[in-house]
């Protein structure tokens, strides 16, 4: 019977050790436990990641390439052999069945085993996948079902219905547990625990999106019938899947969804619009606004005037012209004696925006103050009193920014730049400082919809889709190691005309281990050797902040021709002179990272270049990224590739905090029922009675339980 989704007796049931699983003893235990399960509920959302198909039994002579196949045949020969070319040993068993014949190999093997186990004339049954090599065929590391002296084939496969005659799961595993074991227990646990499982879904919804009841989708996935498309299962798309996708994407967006209404709920500062500095503002502007820098503060400055919290993201690429938009959001605040703080990653994007800012706000006579983590003492605790009393009217700085002893008199706009590399969580800690002040994320990695649905889902999106005119396209090449001279031809020539190189490293020094070019070292070879006379300059994360503003200041003054450097430029520096960049190592960037540093040129009239150079060991995986690189300058368009090349968790770096981890969905693969589950769940979030009718008690439920405490809603129950 399935229990209610909210029944105490399913979550106990559920619950359940493993250890607790026939067939399961303390050392299958530990095994599984050494993947991450431990209870029943862990195994059961562990879904094959393929499937084989063992329904018939094929004739050696049609077995198909590149497909897992299953066929008899009686061992013709057997021995250990050589390879002639590696010289590596072998173990191979030549199999017929008067149709043709087949190879069958082995790598790693014990001898003394195979010998007794694979003597000429034995009849098995076999399955693995058929690779051709020429004109003959072969199987690596067959299963093998052995036929006893006499018995027919279908004796074999009768006994044996587990793992004959049907779609079989192949589990993710680690060593020591073979597949015929794990399916036993993946079995044991379906057929005990599926049926109790039950969705909290309500059925208006699951009947409008053809899901399958929670049971049978559980089911179907583990053990598809003998019915199923193979192609939609490999694919991940058959209905069981679908539904189980589903499930997972539905109680994130309806968190993400209550989230949103529970800010909402809040009570705001209904900010006034006096335009007492935005006006003179738009005539201190050197540029005429882009139609998106128009129409972005709009959408802030509606929100603004809500009596509830804003909470926004805005995305715009980089050289979009955020800081513009950030710096309207944070007149209006303080047009009502509200103060604003500025987040930025690293301390030098912090200096960078404290500048730009500080240029404004002094022609506006309005007080900004920097705070940093590297600041001395005396110097803090003066920014400290300046924010307290209320004396300044915004801070921009680093996280110190969000440490427990900045107060303020009254904090009514935070402003995180550059969100991807914090965690969701200091959106919190900022809200904490005011009372319940707006928030603006800004970010210029544009990131995948997909990701950002999940990672943001709870912020309201503007995004900066238009550039400044005057921005001329980057033209980008791709250059192996040993082509580097060109690249430095590419730089000569510029610098020839007055212009100005950027050169930059993945590292700062030369560590033993490996044999990256460090950026120190590398700027004195070029110095010496390659740009002799020539100004090289340096700049690098280990310097002092001084250090790095001067040598920043030399090179915008053109007194640095090339400014060789690690990632610290990757944000920030507008030098529009710099027409050409080299990136060393390329490969060992992110892409997110090198269309940023390659913002950093293309941002005068003259046509630009980025010359990324990659080293004999880069992968082809690592090709294809860069490649992507050469074919767009779209930020969007590039995120994606990313993401697809390299799957979300390295997309968004081990850094990032807020991505769920999911136990069936892919992001990649589900993007269309993630749209589907959150139209849904945003729908229901805001029925009026969501939250009241009995109705929806189950949903409530089950959606505390699989928050847990990251809702931070205590109205719900
Ligand atoms: P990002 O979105 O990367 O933070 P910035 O705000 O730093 O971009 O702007 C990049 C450059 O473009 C700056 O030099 C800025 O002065 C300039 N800029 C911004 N808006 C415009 C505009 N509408 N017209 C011309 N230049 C602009
Ligand atoms: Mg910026």
Request: net charge neutral; with cysteine.
């Amino acid at each position: 019977m399935p229990l209610t989704p909210t029944d105490d007796r399913l979550r106990q049931l559920l619950a359940t050790p493993l250890d607790q699983v026939r067939g399961v003893g303390p050392r299958i235990a530990e095994k599984l436990a050494k993947m991450g399960l431990a209870s029943a509920e862990d195994a059961l959302y562990t879904l094959p990641h393929r499937y084989e198909d063992r329904r018939e039994l094929r004739k050696i002579a049609q077995l198909r390439d590149g497909l897992r196949e299953v066929f008899c045949g009686e061992i013709l020969a057997s021995a250990e052999t050589v390879t002639a070319r590696s010289r590596r040993r072998i173990f191979e068993v030549v199999a017929g069945d008067g149709s043709g014949q087949v190879s069958l190999k082995w790598f790693h093997y014990r001898k003394e085993w195979m010998k007794k186990k694979f003597p000429v004339g034995r009849r098995a049954v076999f399955s693995g996948e058929v690779k051709r090599f020429g004109p003959t065929r072969e199987v690596h590391h067959p299963d093998a079902e052995f036929l006893a002296e006499g018995q027919r084939v279908e004796q074999v496969l009768a006994a044996d219905p587990l793992n004959f005659g049907r779609i079989l799961p192949v589990y993710p595993l680690t060593e020591g547990l073979h597949q015929k074991a794990a399916r036993k227990i993946f079995m044991e646990v379906v057929e005990r625990f599926a049926p109790h499982a039950a969705s909290a879904i309500p059925e208006p919804i699951a009947r409008r999106r053809g899901l399958l009841p929670l049971q049978e989708a559980l089911r179907q996935a583990h053990w598809p019938g003998n019915d199923a498309s193979l192609v939609a299962l490999e694919a991940g798309r058959d209905q069981a899947r679908r539904t189980l996708v589903y499930d997972e994407f539905f109680f994130l967006e309806l968190g993400l969804a209550l989230k949103r209404r529970g800010v909402v709920l809040e009570e705001g500062i209904p900010f006034g619009v006096s335009h007492r500095y935005t006006k003179p503002l738009a005539a201190l502007l050197p540029y005429r606004l882009t139609g998106a820098q128009r129409r972005v503060p709009g959408e802030i400055k509606r929100d603004m005037m809500a009596p509830h919290p804003m909470n926004r993201l805005v995305q715009g690429d980089v050289g979009s012209g955020k800081t513009v938009v950030a710096l309207m959001a944070a007149l209006i605040a303080i047009e009502n004696d509200a103060q604003v703080a500025v987040v930025a990653p690293t301390e030098i994007l912090a200096e960078q925006h404290y500048l730009q800012f500080h240029a404004w706000m002094e022609d506006l006579g309005l007080k900004v103050v920097l705070l940093s983590g590297s600041m001395a003492g005396k110097e803090k605790a003066a920014a400290l009193e300046i924010l307290r009393s209320g004396e300044g009217h915004m801070v921009v700085g680093t996280h110190a920014v969000l440490q427990e002893g900045v107060r303020f008199k009254r904090l009514g706009l935070g402003i995180i730049d550059e969100q991807h590399r914090f965690g969701v969580r200091q959106r919190g800690v900022l809200r904490r400082k005011g009372e319940h002040p707006d928030v603006l994320v800004m970010t210029a990695t544009p990131i995948p919809r997909t990701l950002s649905l999940t990672l943001y889902g709870d912020l309201a999106l503007s995004v900066i889709d238009e550039m400044p005119p005057g921005r001329t396209p980057v033209t980008t090449r791709v250059l192996p190691e040993s082509e580097r001279r060109k690249a430095y031809a590419v730089i000569e020539r510029e610098l020839a005309v007055g212009r100005q190189a950027y050169i930059v490293y993945p590292l700062v020094e030369e560590s033993e281990k490996s044999d990256l070019r460090s950026a120190s070292e590398g700027a004195e070879q070029l110095r010496e050797e390659i740009f002799p006379g020539r100004r090289v300059g340096l700049l690098h994360g280990r310097m002092k902040p001084e250090e790095k503003e001067a040598t920043m200041a030399a090179f915008k003054a053109g007194e640095i021709e090339v400014l060789v450097s690690t990632t610290v430029i990757e944000v920030g520096i507008d030098v529009p002179n710099a027409t050409v960049m080299m990136v060393e190592h390329a490969e060992r960037f992110g892409l997110a990272q090198l269309h940023q540093l390659r913002g950093r040129v293309g941002r005068g009239a003259d046509k630009s270049t980025c010359l990324l150079v990659r080293s004999p060991r880069c992968s082809d995986e690592g090709f294809r990224r860069l490649q992507v690189m050469a074919e767009s300058n779209d930020g969007f368009r590039i995120a994606e590739a990313d993401l697809e090349i390299r799957g979300p968790g390295e997309f968004l770096g081990t850094r990032q905090a807020g991505l769920p981890d999911f136990r069936v969905a892919n992001l990649l693969r589900d993007g269309r029922i993630l749209e589907e589950a959150r139209e849904d769940a945003f729908a229901l979030a805001n029925e009026v009675d969501f939250l009241t009718a009995d109705d929806y008690a189950p949903v409530r439920e089950t959606l505390l339980h699989r928050w847990g405490n990251r809702l931070e809603l205590a109205s719900i129950g």
